[in-house]
């Protein structure tokens, strides 16, 4: 199983940036496709997520109006659309995989995948 999220860099704050999330070994429309964020000295932060069949979303309130996700199941791979980015957005990014929903997914606690992050970072 590989989750290879890619697509960070340098943008300035109220710049749009759009994060790819790539799966593999897994039958990704059966998974529940989230986002997590890591800022430096900060613990994991959840940002959002996209159910199976890609007809609803739940993305944390710092995000949200802001950040979108979307996932093609025929491509293996999930999206998060970052557009006006604050330097609060700065982080690492990783993309998640679990079949399940339950309580502890946006604690990102017992999720089954996780793949390597993606670094963004917003200069002000």
């Known amino acids: 199983v590989q989750l290879q999220a890619f697509g960070g860099g340098l943008v300035q704050a109220g710049d749009s940036l759009r994060l790819s999330c790539a799966a593999s070994g897994i039958a990704f429309s059966t998974y529940v496709m989230g986002w997590f964020r890591q800022a430096p000295g900060k613990e994991r932060e959840f940002v959002g997520l996209i159910y199976w069949n890609a007809g609803s979303t739940v993305y944390a309130d710092s995000v949200k109006g802001r950040f979108t996700i979307a996932r093609d199941n025929a491509k293996n791979a999930v999206y998060l659309q970052m557009n006006n980015l604050k330097p609060e957005d700065t982080a690492v990014y990783y993309c998640?995989?679990?079949?399940?929903?339950?309580?502890?997914?946006?604690?990102?606690?017992?999720?089954?995948?996780w793949g390597k992050g993606t670094q963004v970072t917003v200069s002000s």
């Open positions: 998640a995989a679990d079949k399940r929903y339950h309580g502890d997914y946006e604690r990102g606690v017992d999720i089954e995948y």
